[in-house]
């Protein structure tokens, strides 16, 4: 069972670089499941009915998100509905949405980190709950982890190791280079990157962002156009049978 989760999809660049790329990578590296992060796919913040439908028909069959998946409204309604949209789970009771969905014999898990981004209900301690709630638990778990800290993704991987197929960080639009399986057979990487524009600020208009910066007043940071962009994601092949990974290597792609 191979399994490609993609980083944060930013803006029209990002969602042209999956629908350029991702067909072929399906077909290349003989793909399962495609998961993506999307929150920041219409115009760099949240995401739209017609953003995810994009995505869908580019290849994508899981869409997680974070804490921008509130800034577009409209799409609220459809987090209820039958489409494969993820918030994460661990926000409070009552919240529109659902934090987990099956899809194609693999159980796809979104979740939020607390350090540095909000206040949300324990990551941990809501991974325990829906493990112990699943009554046909799955052989295969994949986890975005979408935190800012380093620290604790690592401490989720730990945590989960044994306990699901994957965990892959998201949401610093950064890519990292510690993807490795953990002892008890859990692949782990803290984050996947970005799809964006390369020459950017995580995918903004470099002056907008230095702006921001240099003078601490509010500027409303614009999505990179023009240059490669960037295409980060990690492919996980897991044992059908156990549900423990057998390898974590990075996809990196460039489009000019």
């Given at each position: 069972?191979?399994?490609?989760?993609?980083?944060?999809?930013?803006?029209?660049?990002?969602?042209?670089?999956?629908?350029?790329?991702?067909?072929e990578?399906?077909?290349?590296?003989?793909?399962?499941?495609?998961?993506?992060?999307?929150?920041?796919?219409?115009?760099?913040?949240?995401?739209?009915?017609?953003?995810?439908?994009?995505l869908?028909?580019?290849?994508?069959?899981?869409?997680?998100?974070?804490?921008?998946?509130?800034?577009?409204?409209?799409?609220?309604?459809?987090?209820?509905?039958?489409?494969?949209?993820?918030?994460?789970?661990?926000?409070?009771?009552?919240?529109?949405?659902?934090?987990?969905?099956?899809?194609?014999?693999?159980?796809?898990?979104?979740?939020?980190?607390?350090?540095?981004?909000?206040?949300?209900?324990?990551?941990?301690?809501?991974?325990?709950?829906?493990?112990?709630?699943?009554?046909?638990?799955?052989?295969?778990?994949?986890?975005?982890?979408?935190?800012?800290?380093?620290?604790?993704?690592?401490?989720?991987?730990?945590?989960?190791?044994?306990?699901?197929?994957?965990?892959?960080?998201?949401?610093?639009?950064?890519?990292?280079?510690?993807?490795?399986?953990?002892?008890?057979?859990?692949?782990?990487?803290?984050?996947?990157?970005?799809?964006?524009?390369?020459?950017?600020?995580?995918?903004?208009?470099?002056?907008?962002?230095?702006?921001?910066?240099l003078?601490?007043?509010?500027?409303?940071?614009?999505?990179?156009v023009?240059?490669?962009?960037?295409?980060n994601?990690?492919?996980?092949?897991?044992?059908?049978?156990?549900?423990?990974?057998?390898?974590?290597?990075?996809?990196?792609?460039?489009?000019?």
């Open positions: 069972m191979r399994v490609l989760m993609i980083g944060d999809i930013v803006g029209r660049p990002g969602r042209n670089a999956v629908r350029m790329l991702l067909p990578l399906r077909h290349e590296l003989d793909v399962c499941l495609v998961v993506a992060n999307g929150e920041n796919a219409a115009g760099g913040f949240g995401l739209t009915k017609e953003t995810a439908d994009e869908f028909s580019s290849g994508v069959d899981v869409i997680t998100s974070g804490n921008h998946i509130w800034d577009q409204k409209q799409v609220i309604p459809h987090l209820d509905g039958p489409l494969p949209i993820l918030r994460p789970g661990n926000y409070p009771p009552g919240t529109p949405g659902r934090g987990y969905v099956w899809m194609n014999g693999v159980l796809v898990v979104n979740l939020i980190g607390r350090i540095f981004v909000g206040n949300y209900d324990c990551p941990f301690r809501s991974m325990d709950r829906l493990l112990d709630d699943l009554e046909d638990e799955p052989k295969a778990i994949v986890v975005d982890l979408h935190a800012e800290a380093t620290s604790e993704k690592v401490s989720m991987g730990w945590y989960l190791d044994g306990r699901v197929s994957a965990v892959v960080g998201t949401h610093t639009h950064v890519p990292t280079a510690d993807a490795r399986v953990l002892p008890k057979g859990t692949a782990y990487l803290t984050d996947l990157g970005m799809v964006g524009p390369a020459n950017s600020v995580i995918g903004a208009n470099t002056e907008d962002a230095m702006h921001r910066f003078t601490q007043t509010p500027r409303r940071l614009r999505i990179e023009g240059g490669p962009v960037r295409f994601s990690a492919l996980i092949d897991i044992d059908d049978a156990t549900g423990r990974a057998t390898s974590i290597v990075r996809v990196d792609r460039e489009l000019d």
